[in-house]
């Protein structure tokens, strides 16, 4: 293998910094506001997701937390418990 070395403008290396910096942050931000979560959940996932064990979320869909049931499947979606939480500041 044959490396040739290249001269690249200071210009050219800042402005790729900057982007693959500006690219970065926002995957993290991302992540940070929960667009890796899965959209719906069961019940457990919930309670994780949220940081309150499965008792307390019981509580929570006691107190207007709205949950999906089909078919006897118990799901919750992220952006409920999102709005549920924000309404209970």
């Known amino acids: 293998m044959v490396m040739i070395p290249i001269e690249v403008p200071k210009e050219f290396t800042e402005y790729y910094e900057k982007l693959f910096m500006s690219l970065a942050e926002e995957t993290v931000e991302k ?16 309670a994780q997701y949220i940081g309150i064990s499965f008792n307390t979320l019981q509580k929570l869909e006691k107190m207007g937390l709205p949950i999906i049931e089909i078919d006897g499947i118990k799901l919750v979606r992220r952006e409920d418990i999102d709005c549920f939480l924000n309404s209970h500041k």
């Open 31 to 46: 992540v940070r506001r929960g667009y890796a979560q899965k959209q719906y959940m069961n019940k457990k996932e919930a």
